[in-house]
């Protein structure tokens, strides 16, 4: 026991002899500050996911924006805070805060969903945090330009990678979160080290004081807390990006591994959309009523979303908002009045700038990244 | 007379089963608190459904990770069995208002 009063809380020792004194359950309450409720899916360190319900807005706000963290957060005060920045530059240095600031700050509206988002739709189930459809969000990021922030170190463009870390470091030998991406993105003006979400500063939670911004990305890009910044030759060989956060290239049939030298880095996410003005298993009035949803394509527009309200028998195409930008979803729209009551399979499909159309099928992979098949919800129609 | 006999015998053993069963789990459940919960919560763990080969591919990606697992068999067959991947996925509790009742951890 000596041992292990060394590495855990008292909370949690204590949880620990209420297990062992087999109480079925130690109901203390574990707070999840800035947030309204969410589908916990993780406390320790904290796993949030957003409920549909809320995604009826072009900006998801920051009290309901999903989290995701591998490792638990650091918490980083402002004033002690520095960014390194080293490797292949002409002279390392360390940026405070206020010298973040002072660079001219860029604003781009942009959809960040994690990797594994719509993970609990895969069949065989794969391990992760089983997300549905919420590991997702739009926001309007603000921030200085990634290359103006390595200008002032003056970085060496001609070379191939960047490579990001964060203070969140790894509990016993967790591998540390570090990521590596390529000069051209880092070099793309809607690429930011943001230091605001939806006009605030950053929360503790989203990556405090500062954080990756990699428009149409996955979500892993998105480093948070990023406190060093490395101009490299070579990318990052961590566990977080090989061989975590890969996809084959070639599918593998269900349930089976994928071979390691098939496996590519994740970077631009695929064309899908969501149904979030009614969710599964809803009973709803025999009357007029409009569908809603979100659709989104990664570093693409969105063109197109059908919507079908038989099952696919037939499909229509949905009202688009007036957003079309690469990037950020858009919501769309249809009405829809039942012909009848009973059971009514709704579907969405999403088609992007890049002719990208959502598949029936989800592609299966073992880690259960980039689902995209196309939405279903089904509601029944209650009788007047 | 005999048939009766065998029933109380039949019931008897079914008993003893379930609490064979329940203790598995108290045990399991005891395992696989002092193995996981140094690093995260056991809502993580709970929340998933795979088969026996996932659950020990699992236990020992975090082993390699640093997990002390005294137990590696039982926590392996209790994971195996309380989160089978034959079993539904309860839906994830909502928060109230930046507060959840804490899952057993």
Redesign the interface.
Known sequence: MQSLIGKVNRRELLAYFAGAAGLARAQELVTIPGKRPMLLHNDRPEDLETPTSYFDTWLTPNDVFFVRQHIPRPIIKAESFRLALGGRVEKPMELRLAEIEKLPQHTVAATLECTGDGRGFFRPRVPGVQWMRGAIGNAEWTGPRLSDVLKLAGADFQSPWVTINGADVGLAKTPDFIRSFPMKKALHPATLLGLKMNGKPLPDLHGFPARLIVPGWDGTSWVKWVTNLDIAAEPNNGFFMNPGYRFPKYAVTPGAPAKPSELEVIEGMPVKSYVTSVSDDQRIPMKATMLRGIAWAGEERITKVDVSTDGGSTWEPAKLSRQDLPFAWRLWSIGWTPPHPGYFTILSRATDSSGRTQPVVGIWNPSGYLYNAIDRVGVTVEGA | MKAARITVLLIAIGALARAADSQLR?RG??EE??SC?????L??VD?????RA?WG??IDKMM????VVPDRQLLLDYLSEEYS?SKP?PK??????????????
């Open positions: 108290e459940k005891q608190q002092r919960i140094q690093c995260h919560s809502r993580l929340s998933q459904r795979l088969s996932a591919k699992e390699g990770w640093g997990a991947d996925v994830p509790e909502l928060t109230a208002d930046g507060t959840a009742s804490k899952s057993n951890h």
